[in-house]
């Protein structure tokens, strides 16, 4: 695929060294700012499809020579967290399996699915570095503590996501901490 625009490169699949997917629009949270949601209510838009980029599809629209020639992936969600997708860990595990070169990023809640999912992410995590040892890596976004986290992470349960944290970060996998500030936990920085 090559367009053109004014006779310029617009976009070039050779030059593709970063992609940013979105594996679901499904989520375990119902964050007041989130798009999912109608105005800023925990209801879903009615217009809104749950729907998700299962191994297969993502093997159709990243073929080998595409994540070979990739050097980041960034799994993160603006309509959707990607521990929700069915298929993540074998996402992953595909592009582990893939390319040496390329270094896997997630963002998420944290707060879905059981800890021993989290131990395997973790395990691969901890186990795919690239060949310039770059780090696979997880940003959990945890807005406080435990007593202020759900005021904008809605319905993600504290002890759930620490076991996942814990979990994920015992079996070596690299975990980053993303903080949204507000009034009610700035005082928790």
């Known amino acids: 695929i090559n367009m053109n625009i004014d006779n310029g490169s617009f976009w070039n699949l050779n030059e593709l060294r970063q992609i940013h997917v979105e594996l679901t629009n499904g989520c375990n949270a119902a964050c007041p700012l989130c798009a999912r949601f109608h105005n800023n209510s925990p209801n879903l838009r009615p217009d809104l499809e749950i729907g998700q980029i299962t191994l297969t599809k993502f093997k159709k629209y990243f073929p080998p020579e595409i994540i070979r020639q990739c050097r980041h992936i960034l799994f993160?969600?603006?309509?959707?967290?990607?521990?929700?997708?069915?298929?993540?860990?074998?996402?992953?595990?595909?592009?582990?399996?893939?390319?040496?070169?390329?270094?896997?990023?997630?963002?998420?809640?944290?707060?879905?699915?059981?800890?021993?999912?989290?131990a395997e992410l973790g395990k691969l995590f901890a186990n795919s570095k690239t060949i310039?040892?770059?780090?696979?890596?997880?940003?959990?976004?945890?807005?406080?503590?435990?007593?202020?986290?759900?005021?904008?992470?809605?319905?993600?349960?504290?002890?759930?996501?620490?076991?996942?944290?814990?979990?994920?970060?015992?079996?070596?996998?690299?975990?980053?901490?993303?903080?949204?500030?507000?009034?009610?936990?700035?005082?928790?920085?």
Not at 94 to 101: E, F, G, H, P, R
Not at 133 to 139: E, F, G, H, L
């Open 132 to 189: 310039d040892n770059r780090n696979w890596q997880v940003t959990f976004s945890i807005d406080g503590l435990e007593d202020t986290n759900h005021t904008y992470r809605r319905n993600v349960n504290w002890k759930i996501l620490m076991e996942n944290v814990q979990a994920f970060i015992n079996a070596g996998g690299q975990a980053n901490w993303d903080y949204l500030i507000f009034k009610h936990n700035e005082h928790q920085l």
């Open 76 to 118: 993160c969600g603006v309509q959707g967290d990607p521990g929700v997708a069915r298929d993540t860990l074998e996402i992953c595990e595909y592009i582990a399996d893939t390319s040496n070169n390329v270094t896997v990023t997630m963002n998420t809640n944290g707060g879905m699915r059981k800890s021993s999912w989290w």
